[in-house]
């Protein structure tokens, strides 16, 4: 079986560990972003793994959704850690 890497943002964004947690409790936008960012994560790892059969072209298609979603989901956490007292901490 062939490993594939796990996008979530808590593993891609370490730092942003509160700002998620907080967006994902006060903003129906973010949740919506992230909802569709982790099913089409969870349709590439499906995918990647051999479970679902999927054309190259249809799992490129998937990947550039995934990264558009990760850029406009990075974004609002950006702007929710100026908002918040001292930016992104390490947790």
Do not use: C, W
């Not at 569709?36 to 995918?47: C, H, K, M, T, V």
């Amino acid at each position: 079986m062939t490993h594939v890497d796990n996008h979530s943002l808590i593993s891609d964004f370490p730092e942003y560990r509160q700002q998620i947690h907080d967006l994902k409790t006060s903003d129906a936008h973010f949740v919506r972003l992230h909802e569709q960012y982790e099913a089409i994560d969870r349709e590439i790892i499906r995918a990647e793994e051999g479970l679902e059969h999927r054309s190259d072209l249809a799992l490129d298609a998937l990947k550039m959704q995934r990264v558009q979603l990760k850029d406009q989901l990075h974004q609002m956490l950006v702007k929710a850690s100026t908002t918040s007292a001292g930016g992104p901490k390490d947790r």
